[in-house]
């Protein structure tokens, strides 16, 4: 049985001193690995929180509460881990500061999801972002249809910044409701305006089925025009 405070054991855990230095390289390589892991993930993994901000709370985290509950994990391994963790901070920060393409890479960059009413479709595609999760991200925002919308940004942090058309220049555009959207169809069953369920592309159709001038797709459901409630 282990005596209360017995320093080499509270400090050490069951570890030799030199495993210190394998301590040091697992580290590296384990940041490494969640900062890389997540920045293919997608920030929409990361809401509200930077990629790197998500690796530093998951390492600290972790070296944290190992020793806390763990009789042969030493205080000394988990101090190490912080003090190259926050080593690695600084540096990973200075090189973003002095490297643009390095900056973008870790911290990502906002992205223009909506242009003048319409999805941005080839920009929308590298999102790992649904179309129905969207859709609810602007219902919150008390947005009807994406004629209501000059400008959407996915920023870096998860965010979804969203400029308006003011109500005089508000168009007729791609209805985002659940119960209006569901009345897509490949089928335009009257003359009017439509538009397209998959870019919001909108214009008007003949009674029919129709192509999509901008991506090519089938599928229309009817345009509205409301304006926005703030």
Request: some cysteine; glycine content about 8%; hydrophobic content about 45%.
């Amino acid at each position: 049985m282990s005596e209360i405070f017995e320093w080499e054991r509270v400090l050490f855990g069951e570890l030799e001193p030199g495993f210190l230095l394998e301590v040091a390289f697992r580290t590296v390589i384990m940041f490494i690995v969640i900062l890389l892991a997540l920045t293919f993930t997608g920030k929409r993994g990361v809401k509200m929180l930077s990629i790197f901000e998500m690796v530093i709370i998951i390492a600290l985290g972790s070296a944290a509460g190992d020793p806390m509950f763990y009789e042969d994990v030493g205080l000394l391994p988990a101090i190490t881990v912080f003090l190259i963790i926050m080593s690695l901070y600084r540096l990973v920060t200075w090189l973003t500061g002095k490297n643009k393409r390095f900056e973008e890479f870790i911290e990502g960059k906002a992205h223009r999801l909506i242009k003048d009413g319409n999805f941005s479709v080839k920009t929308f595609k590298k999102e790992a972002l649904g179309q129905d999760e969207f859709f609810a991200e602007l219902r919150v925002r008390s947005v009807e249809h994406l004629g209501q919308v000059r400008n959407a940004y996915l920023e870096t942090n998860g965010e979804l910044s969203l400029y308006f058309y003011p109500d005089s220049e508000v168009k007729p555009g791609l209805p985002v409701l659940p119960e209006l959207f569901a009345n897509k169809s490949k089928t335009i069953p009257a003359k009017g305006l439509y538009s397209c369920t998959f870019c919001g592309h909108t214009k008007e159709q003949k009674k029919g089925t129709a192509k999509c001038t901008v991506c090519a797709k089938e599928e229309w459901v009817e345009a509205i025009d409301t304006l926005r409630i703030n």
